[in-house]
């Protein structure tokens, strides 16, 4: 293939890049056409497809600019920065038809929503216009059971919390009753052994031995910090 068919080409792909331009700019119009726009319109949808078979043969035509640019024997730099650079167009207007087309569809969603909030505020007070004062004696009432129902609900848990109370008072008072049985029951085995009152006895008096010996080192040691 010569530089002949690339420059070809090359013309086919630069009328496109003008023709998708022209056409993302009327597409971005309805950016701003949203707000009285639920639903999607024709033209819209006519837009749409446009673009994309538009980009879809941009797409083709950059493979064939690639494959003749493969095939030639001596490729320029300048035919080959031309390559890359309708690569990078391409992409860019594929950007920005996608984040056009999130716009418009987040701003439809948004319109669609205030729509649907606004359509049950009016119900709402079509409902109560027709209801009149039966309305605000059901409501009434309705406020008197949900107070009597936050009141049963405080008191139950009020009464959850005091068995809770009780359980937590009868465990205590019955690992108390374990303590003292086994405070009992080695009483009761330190008198049946023999020595062993007189062992204990021996520990005590070690230990307060120990205690007064630690006491009078600690002593000689402050009073020598302060005479040194």
Known sequence: MSSS????????ALNLEKQTETLLSKYSEFQTQQSNIIDKTNDESSLESQISAILTKRESLLSKLNRISE????LSTSK?????????????????FLKIQS????????????????????????????????????????YILDERSRVDNANSFADRLLQQAFQTR????????YLDNAQSRMLSIIQNIPGINALISKINTRRKRDTLILAGVISICIVLLFFV
Do not use: P, V, Y
Not at 5 to 12: I, L
Not at 71 to 74: A, G, I, K, Y
Not at 170 to 177: A, I, T
């Open 103 to 142: 716009n418009i569809n987040d701003e439809r969603n948004r319109n669609n929503l205030l729509f649907s909030i606004r359509s049950d505020i009016d119900a709402h007070h079509r409902r109560d216009a027709n209801e009149g004062d039966q309305t605000n004696e059901i409501n009434a009432n309705d």
């Open 5 to 12: 068919t690339f420059t070809q080409t090359r013309s086919q």
């Open 71 to 74: 095939s030639m024997d001596n």
């Open 80 to 96: 080959l920065q031309q390559l890359t650079r309708h690569k990078e167009i391409l992409s860019d207007h594929r950007s920005s």
């Open 170 to 177: 009868d465990e205590l008072m019955q690992q108390r009753q």
